[in-house]
């Protein structure tokens, strides 16, 4: 099956069947390769991307079902590192080993566009979806609270 997605604001023709993981569409097909593979079950939140801002599990998206949406993974939330969260994160020394980090990011983004100045329990909760085995959680909520106060 042939559709269009919208990736990171470019318009991608693919050719794959319809129930395709989304997560595989963006790696395989397109090429972007900043979201990762975790457990394919929507547990771990490795493959957290933005579907029209909404965070969301690509291993467990249907590509045909994103198909006319906006999807934004980690490279388009800003090529050059200038989002507020990767700001963050890099002033908190947030990643360890690194592997859950894009999803980490891509939740944090979304809860900070809906949300600009989080409690605790809100950062937990939309984090919640999201496994880091370096158990670095106390940094990713620090983080988060340095990116809301940048405004």
């Not at 050719?15 to 979201?35: H, K, Q, S």
């Amino acid at each position: 099956m042939s559709f269009s997605l919208n990736v990171n604001g470019a318009s991608h023709d693919v050719d794959v069947e319809a129930e395709t993981p989304l997560l595989w569409v963006l790696r395989d097909t397109i090429g972007l390769t900043g979201t990762k593979y975790g457990c394919g079950i929507a547990q771990c939140g490795a493959c957290t991307v933005h579907v029209d801002g909404v965070a969301v599990k690509s291993c467990n998206v249907s590509a045909a079902s994103v198909a006319g949406k906006t999807i934004t993974t980690i490279e388009g939330l800003s090529p050059d590192g200038s989002h507020k969260v990767q700001k963050a994160w890099v002033e908190n020394t947030v990643p360890q080993c690194g592997y859950c980090q894009s999803g980490q990011i891509m939740s944090a983004a979304a809860l900070l566009a809906t949300t600009p100045a989080p409690t605790d329990r809100e950062i937990d909760a939309a984090m919640a979806g999201n496994i880091c085995r370096c158990g670095t959680y106390p940094a990713i909520r620090k983080a988060i609270h340095d990116a809301a106060a940048m405004g």
